[in-house]
């Protein structure tokens, strides 16, 4: 089993920056596909990327490509999205999930998940 916290969410006026980190504890992270979801109000959780354990391959919705770039250190046990360009479309509550295989966008085949950072993107 792998427990996920996130951080690193804040407000942010639009066009700006921001860093999100998905810490990781218990088994070895390096086993674990690696995926960010985000949760608007009142809206379904979304995908938004995923990496591959080794870090070597990457997936994107299409809303984010171009601006947000997902990443992993597995030594830290920890990985990162940076997001960059920000619209205040993408305020949302954002979420690190984890899975042994690759399980695509579908946020229920994520056995493991943090308790998510919230994103504000002002106008």
């Known amino acids: 089993q792998v427990q996920l916290v996130e951080s690193g969410g804040g407000l942010v006026q639009a066009g700006g920056s921001l860093r999100l980190s998905c810490e990781a504890s218990?088994?070895?992270?390096?086993?674990?596909?690696m995926a960010w979801f985000r949760q608007a109000p009142g809206k379904e959780r979304v995908f938004v990327a995923s990496?591959?354990?080794?870090?070597?391959?990457?997936y994107y919705a299409d809303s984010v490509k171009g601006r947000f770039t997902i990443s992993r250190d597995n030594a830290k046990n920890t990985g990162y999205l940076q997001m960059s360009s920000l619209k205040p479309d993408d305020t949302a509550v954002y979420y690190c999930?984890?899975?042994?295989?690759?399980?695509?966008?579908?946020?229920?085949?994520?056995?493991?998940w943090g308790q998510g950072t919230q994103v504000t993107v002002s106008s």
């Open positions: 218990g088994r070895t992270f390096d086993s674990y596909v």
């Open positions: 990496i591959a354990s080794g870090g070597g391959r990457t």
């Open positions: 999930a984890a899975a042994l295989t690759y399980r695509g966008p579908i946020f229920g085949l994520y056995p493991y």
